[in-house]
């Protein structure tokens, strides 16, 4: 039971991490020596500096969506260790696990919206790739996912 | 001595008009103008200008109007106030556009321009001078002209997540309250149940546990209250949840 409960929060954590890395770290398109990504643009080279991004719309959504996603986690984290104590023997931790699923939906589509819409913002030349903060952002939606899932199907015991 | 007292009092006199006198006030003119100005193309804008001046306003006054096209290095003369009279641009590029809405005696000398254009993106500059309080800096305002204006930054970021939040909270409440009742009516429901005799309670029993195939809460009500019979029940409809869970 305790090995059950160890491994479900390590999951939830982990999830949080990569939300929080790939919120915060400016690698989501990375071209030559020129990295940008949610907040800001930055150059490394002979001069090293960073200009805050556009004011894009579809840019504000996205950074609205991981923010979202990140809140969500949090509240599902509080929420899973307040259900802990106070659910009835039986019962399902539906709110944590709506709450997580919430979060992977959010990373999802600003992921998505990023996907489509960032050539709007972001002149894209031949060598532009996807930095490692992207792929965290997509590897943290199907592990949301599974995560609430794992909690809504969990029924409290003792 | 009395020539030492005198000359003493002098001074004292000369030292007291003049410590009355000053430190006196900066006595220049310092005029106030907005830093930027955004306006669609199309529409109207007020440049407004403020001053302030030591001196009483006297009607000598004048406000000067001028303007420095972007890119360009010459500034020409747009508008000038002077002895009570507005002299607006009318042969230049402002010509039946600007508008003076200003009134110096309540210290304020703004013009609005109509109809704007992309070649009205530039630096206004304007000055004031009252006689005798002449000396002062002038203020400039920057125009910029858009097809249509900007949202500032954060409108759309803010909005997403506070309407985001908002959803959340009131779909929480609403589910809290929908439980609320239903746990009120089952609670009701319950000490009809153990009011009747254990004859009939037994009956009724078998009727709750049909219940209990919609009522989740009913059923964990129930197992509470009772110790053996529903213990039948609890397995048969919690088998399949309860394999998962099975190694603690």
């Known amino acids: ?158 | 001595m009395s020539q030492g007292a005198g000359g003493s009092g002098s001074l004292l006199l000369l030292a007291g008009l003049l410590s009355a006198l000053g430190p006196s006030p900066t006595s220049s003119i310092h005029v106030y103008t907005q830093r930027e100005v955004y306006g669609t193309v199309g529409s109207h804008v007020t440049l407004s200008c403020s001053f302030w001046s030591s001196e009483w306003i006297s009607e000598d006054i004048s406000i000067t109007w001028h303007f420095q096209a972007e890119g360009s290095r010459d500034s020409t003369s747009i508008f000038h106030y002077a002895k009570g009279q507005p002299y607006i641009d009318d042969v230049g590029s402002f010509k039946e556009r600007m508008e003076w809405v200003g009134n110096p005696h309540r210290k304020d000398g703004s013009i609005v321009i109509h109809n704007l254009d992309y070649t009205d993106n530039g630096t206004f500059t304007c000055d004031v001078k009252n006689p005798p309080d002449i000396v002062g800096k002038s203020s400039q305002v920057t125009l910029y002209v858009f097809e249509k204006v900007p949202t500032r930054y954060g409108v759309v970021l803010g909005s997403i997540i506070g309407g985001a939040l908002l959803l959340v909270a009131v779909v929480v409440a609403l589910v809290y309250l929908i439980r609320y009742c239903w746990l009120r009516r089952q609670a009701a429901l319950q000490r009809r149940l153990s009011a009747m005799e254990k004859g009939k309670l037994q009956r009724s029993a078998k009727d709750a546990s049909k219940r209990s195939r919609q009522a989740p809460v009913l059923y964990a009500m129930l197992d509470h209250s009772r110790g053996t019979k529903p213990v039948s029940e609890k397995k048969a409809k919690g088998a399949p949840g309860d394999s998962r869970k099975d190694k603690k």
């Open chain 1, 1 to 158: 039971m305790l090995l059950l409960l160890l491994g479900i929060i390590v999951l939830h954590v982990t999830v949080l991490v990569l939300l929080f890395v790939s919120t915060i770290v400016s690698q989501w398109l990375v071209n030559g020596g020129h990295t940008a990504d949610l907040w800001q643009n930055c150059t490394s080279g002979s001069v090293f500096h960073c200009l805050t991004s556009s004011t894009n719309e579809w840019l504000q959504s996205v950074q609205a969506m991981m923010i979202l996603s990140i809140i969500f986690s949090v509240l599902s984290l509080f929420l899973f260790f307040c259900q802990l104590f106070t659910l009835t023997k039986g019962g399902r931790f539906y709110v944590t696990g709506i709450f997580q699923i919430l979060a992977g939906l959010c990373v999802m589509s600003a992921a998505a919206i990023f996907t489509v819409r960032h050539t709007d913002w972001h002149q894209a030349s031949e060598d532009t790739s996807y930095g490692f903060a992207y792929i965290l952002a997509w590897l943290a939606f199907p592990l949301a996912l599974a995560s609430g899932i794992v909690y809504v199907i969990l029924r409290k015991r003792e």
